[in-house]
């Protein structure tokens, strides 16, 4: 069994209620929930595609098979990327340091998406969305990845900076936000 059954949460960083209001981004769980019952009752890969587009913004970064995933740990973070074939031969790339950061194809001289945008993968076969963590069960198989708009309160200059600092570090991408 896993520990805590899977089900555990971690609050980092204790503040007072004044500001959490100043700092957090409302109204995301809210999203969240809305987002998990939508994709819930969605019937096939379409109609959830059809919900991360409608209530995320999303769009399809592209659709293949994830041919390479590599991952290792150092100081405390997971850094690592996934390679995904394209229909068209090119190869998607996706850099992780913890979360996925940095979204690349091969015919392009610039990034599709960096963060603070949101990208995520979504099996092509069960519409089951997954994390860095299970990438490597779906090796060889056919997915979707899909980058959704950070919210404005994460594209102000000082978070944007941190997202591109993690970027510098992982795949010494020196340009800016895309």
């Known amino acids: 069994d896993a520990p805590y059954n899977q089900v555990a949460g971690v ?9 959490v209001k100043e700092a957090a981004v409302a109204g995301t769980f809210e999203k969240a929930r809305s987002l998990g019952k939508a994709w819930r009752l969605a019937d096939g890969l379409t109609e959830k595609l059809d919900v991360a587009k409608q209530l995320m913004s999303a769009r399809i970064l592209g659709q293949g098979v994830l041919t390479a995933f590599t991952s290792q740990t150092t100081g405390g973070f ?43 993968y979504v099996s092509a076969k ?10 490597e069960i779906y090796k060889g198989q056919e997915i979707v990845v899909l980058a959704s708009p950070a919210s404005k309160a994460m594209r102000q200059d000082p978070i944007v900076k941190i997202f591109l600092d993690a970027v510098a570090n992982i795949g010494g991408y020196p340009g800016p936000a895309v």
Do not use: C
């Open 11 to 19: 609050a980092i960083w204790p503040m007072q209620g004044k500001i």
């Open 126 to 135: 069960s519409g089951q969305p997954f994390s860095n963590a299970e990438a």
């Open 78 to 120: 997971d850094f690592g990327r996934a390679d995904v074939t394209l229909p068209d031969g090119q190869t998607l790339y996706i850099f992780n340091k913890n979360e996925n950061l940095l979204a690349w194809r091969s015919d392009l001289p610039h990034p599709v998406t960096i963060g603070p945008d949101l990208i995520s």
